[in-house]
């Protein structure tokens, strides 16, 4: 491209988008690329505070920023992701339905660590809701040239940076403990909270059970919902360690494999999540949910359940590195 006084540029081809800014009124581009420019064009230039313009002067070693944009869409755009058309160099990808955003985190640093482009997105291994725009890049210069670009692709890989895992219809078991509502001297308030939870992201409760504080009763409780067909287990209460607390024993006498006991998170240190493995070598995510659960509006249940509905696997270290971040 070349610059030339905006007086001098009639007839000449634009470069890229001219944006005006009225606060609270308008930011949007007046002209776009390839606009030739007119006569009649020149006042409205200098109104919006261009009195030189860069015109196109054709070079076979750079791309416009669109065309680097669409660059970086290809790399990014994976399973389940729409994108916005190139403007004024940047693309937006948008989620087609509700899951977990999954993001190949090496690749992205990667790319970014380059300079001239960037992607950026919503944190990963989240819930994202359909049509939530998780993700938007661009390419920060007007023009940019294709060895970058070829630079970009190669830092980045055959495979895209970014996912979405459907969030599936699951059938949920959730058990509420505790010898105080299983004798009938308090109401349980417990269960109604975790069933909204479920059915606002689209599973459906199959099992409840109200049981006393007896590991035996609770392990029990928990095989049979599996056997009723819960794909997803919720026990409620008992998580502490008082003397009468027993969901922690109860879990692990089902023969599941505890991926933890406890987590850096606030509220919700005591969670507990693990894997029952059925015959058929299907896994079944069993999890103890603490008291917070009941009463706070976000604990560690709202960031793993995403997961859960996604046939995400949860590891050990993902949940300790919720630390960063889990002062919720």
Known sequence: ??????????????CHDLTQIIRGVTKDAV?????????EDIPVLLSIGKEHLYVWEKDESMLHEDEGAEILRR???????KATAPKEGKISLQAECAGVLKINREKLIAVNSLGDVMIATKRGDTLIRKEQ???????????????????????????????????????????ATGSEIYKGRIKDTFTPVVEEKLTKLGSE?????????Q??????AILESIRKGAELVCVTGGMSVD????????IRNTG????????????????????????????????GLPGCVMYADRTIFDLVLPRLLADDPVRAEELAALGEGGLL
């Open 1 to 14: 491209m070349k610059l030339i006084k905006t007086e001098e540029a009639v007839g000449h081809v634009l």
């Open 31 to 39: 002209f776009r690329k390839g606009h030739v420019v007119t006569e």
């Open 75 to 81: 790399i990014s755009q994976g399973s389940f992701l």
């Open 133 to 175: 725009v998780c993700a938007g890049m661009r390419v920060i210069p007007l023009v940019i040239s294709k060895e970058k670009m070829a630079a970009v692709e190669a830092a980045a890989g055959t495979e895209p940076i970014l996912n979405i895992l459907p969030l599936k219809q699951k059938k949920a078991a959730i058990l």
């Open 205 to 213: 409760v199959i099992d409840r059970q109200i049981l006393d504080d």
């Open 215 to 220: 590991a035996g009763m609770t392990t029990e």
């Open 243 to 250: 003397p009468d607390d027993r969901t922690p024993l109860a």
């Open 256 to 287: 599941a494999e505890i991926i933890s006991y406890g987590a850096p998170v606030l509220p919700g240190a005591m969670f507990l999540l693990s894997y029952y493995t059925k015959e058929d070598g299907t896994k079944v995510p069993v999890v």
